[in-house]
């Protein structure tokens, strides 16, 4: 792959679902899954728990160290390969409908002002052979031209593209809301059932209505 100049501002995401955001307004933000055990916090997973498993015992290899559960995991692009396993039903206790999972939106250039502790990957973090990175000038390391894709599937050309499209933006420990630009959902619906939430807790985070971010 060739060295991409990333797009500036340089946009994340995090997927989760609709449920868990009143507990996330409550305590103002995010926390690594390590750090939600040791507080007693509960949400609903989105994710396999074989995975989950795996994170837990995948060192990160740079500063601030740890294991990928103890940061809070951003994707590079909206469509991300995660979206699309739970838009086929694969991932228990979720319906496959979407319109449950909603989008935190941030850039990297934000947590980096912002004095968070951060390291980001060229590709999924659990797989043996993906990089880790801890400084900005290392964003030309991630497939940009994949990030703006709409399909990403491996090819016999490119058996990669599907590893490097999971390319994640981790923020130590906590991210908090006060960072976050945008909240992305589906439907109508669904961004009047979100600015209900957030009237009531007194956030106020821009809702908009992106289709063209799910399968």
Not at 45 to 69: E, F
Not at 81 to 100: F, H, K, W
Request: net charge neutral; aromatic share 12%.
């Amino acid at each position: 792959m060739n060295l991409q100049t990333p797009p500036i501002p340089t946009l994340i995401y995090r997927i989760f679902d609709v449920e868990n955001l009143p507990d996330i307004l409550h305590h103002g933000g995010f926390y690594s899954y390590n750090q939600q055990l040791q507080m007693g916090i509960s949400h609903k997973s989105i994710a396999y728990d074989s995975i989950m498993q795996r994170r837990n015992n995948t060192v990160v290899p740079c500063s601030p160290g740890g294991t990928l559960l103890d940061y809070v995991a951003f994707y590079f692009c909206p469509r991300s390969p995660m979206l699309y396993t739970i838009s086929r039903d694969n991932v228990a206790g979720l319906s496959g409908s979407q319109e449950s999972i909603i989008s935190i939106v941030s850039s990297t250039q934000d947590i980096q002002s912002a004095g968070l502790d951060f390291v980001f990957t060229d590709g999924h973090g659990i797989m043996t052979f993906t990089k880790f990175f801890n400084n900005l000038s290392d964003l030309n390391q991630v497939d940009w031209e994949l990030m703006k894709s709409r399909y990403w599937n491996d090819t016999i050309d490119e058996p990669d593209r599907k590893r490097r499209r999971q390319a994640e933006f981790l923020v130590f420990e906590r991210f908090p809301l006060n960072h976050a630009n945008a909240i992305a959902v589906k439907t109508q619906r669904m961004k009047r059932q979100v600015d209900s939430l957030l009237k009531k807790l007194n956030c106020s985070i821009a809702v908009y209505v992106r289709p063209n971010w799910y399968y």
